[in-house]
Structures are given as structure tokens and as C-alpha cells.
């Protein structure tokens, strides 16, 4: 199974700031890596897959890098919409997985 | 409109059974890969299962193999989750959601969830 780790656990930024978020595998999982934004009541929403595609309708803010086991979720300036918590996902292997998750907050 | 609508969670006593449905429209349900998801109280996201667009293929997270049956039903265009020898630890919000296309096993649409209460 691939463990997937994000990092950090808690992010306190300001609205217009950068945010940038950190999912490390445990084992390669290639590009096949997604990150996903929820707010609370709300189910997920897929904003990048194959780690660095943008899904459809999600602003150009949101940009994803990196492939192995080393990704990066970043927000070039921070909307007061997108304090959320972020979840990373990986398809490589089944089962499939996801990160225990990032919460962005207001600082 | 592609939506999602989940149904049939509910509180069951440890060992119950339970069959979440998952009723699908604006899209064939034989053209794209689903899953299940669930998400604890107050927790992160777990993966359950998926089935394949063509239904042949079918997985399970290790933590649900064995109790857990996923199937559909492409004439009522309905995914199952058929949650069975249910324990403390299964309670939880359940998502239907919809992979990205037949092969990738990403999630662009999801349900609005159906609680599951496994209590005593």
C-alpha cells in the first residue's frame, strides 16, 4: 500500500499569500497523484490529477508539481474561499489512497 | 447535469447490514470507473472500493475486504455498496463518486453522502 504524508498538518496564512502543501509517498506513484479541496459539510472537490492537471473550472491559481514521491500542491494567492482542508490522492497502486490531509486556515 | 444521490445509511447495531445505493444521472454509470468513499466523523478521507467501467473489475480497501460487496445496476444506472458484519469502526459519511473517465480512478463528481451509525 502507499502511504501518502502531507505536510504540514496545519497552514496559517493570510488572504493573498502563497500557500504551498506537500504530499511525500511512500513509494512511487509516478505522476498518478490528484488533490482534492473540502470544506466543512461539503464533499471534495478534484482540482488537480495526473499531479500537475487542472481539473475543469478551477481558477489558475491552483497549480500541482512533482512526480515519485515527492508533490506539491501550491495557491499562488490565497481567495478567502480556498481556507478549506486539501487531501491528496494517488491511483498507481490499489488500494487506491489518500493523505490525511492539510487544513489551510485564516491566520 | 451530472449528479450523484446517495441513500440507504441509517444507525445499524454491530454486525447489521446495510445496501447504499447510489443513483446516477447525466451520465452512463457504464462509461466511467466509481467508487466508494468514506470520511469518519470529524476525520479524513478513506478510499472503500471501486468498480470498473465495465464492471469486470472490482476492489476493496484491506479494512473493508470480505464484508463489503460493491456492484450496479446499469438499467437503473445505480451503484451499491452492499456493507456487511458492520463494526464501531465503519461509521462514517459514505461517498459515491464518479471516476474522471473509464480509466482514471480520480473523482470530479461526488454525492452528498449517507451517514452510517454503527451502535449499539
Known amino acids: 500500500e502507499i502511504v501518502l504524508t502531507q505536510s504540514p498538518v496545519t497552514l496559517s496564512l493570510s488572504p493573498g499569500e502563497r500557500a504551498t502543501l506537500s504530499c511525500r509517498a511512500s513509494q512511487s506513484a509516478s505522476s498518478y497523484l490528484a488533490w482534492y479541496q473540502q470544506k466543512p459539510g461539503q464533499a471534495p472537490r478534484l482540482l488537480i490529477y495526473d499531479a500537475s492537471n487542472r481539473a475543469t473550472g478551477i481558477p489558475a491559481r491552483f497549480s500541482g508539481s512533482g512526480s515519485g514521491t515527492d508533490f506539491t500542491l501550491t495557491i499562488s494567492s490565497l481567495e478567502p474561499e480556498d481556507f478549506a482542508v486539501y487531501y491528496c490522492?494517488?491511483?498507481?497502486?490499489?488500494?487506491?489512497?489518500f493523505g490525511q490531509g492539510t487544513k489551510v486556515e485564516i491566520k | 447535469e451530472v449528479q450523484l444521490v446517495e441513500s440507504g445509511g441509517g444507525l445499524v447495531q454491530p454486525g447489521g447490514s446495510l445496501r447504499l445505493s447510489c443513483a446516477a444521472s447525466?451520465?452512463?454509470?457504464?462509461?466511467?470507473?466509481m467508487s466508494w468513499v468514506r470520511q469518519a466523523p470529524g476525520k479524513g478521507l478513506e478510499w472503500v472500493s471501486a468498480i470498473s467501467s465495465s464492471g469486470g473489475g472490482t476492489y476493496y480497501a484491506d479494512s473493508v475486504k470480505g464484508r463489503f460487496t460493491i456492484s450496479r445496476d446499469t438499467s437503473k444506472n445505480t451503484l451499491y455498496l452492499q456493507v456487511n458484519s458492520l463494526r464501531a469502526e465503519d461509521t462514517a459519511v459514505y461517498y459515491c463518486?464518479?471516476?474522471?473517465?473509464?480509466?482514471?480512478?480520480?473523482?470530479?463528481?461526488w454525492g452528498q453522502g449517507t451517514l452510517v451509525t454503527v451502535s449499539s
Open positions: 463518486a464518479k471516476g474522471l473517465s473509464r480509466t482514471l480512478y480520480y473523482f470530479d463528481y
Open positions: 490522492q494517488q491511483r498507481s497502486n490499489w488500494p487506491l489512497t
Open positions: 447525466g451520465f452512463t454509470l457504464s462509461s466511467y470507473a
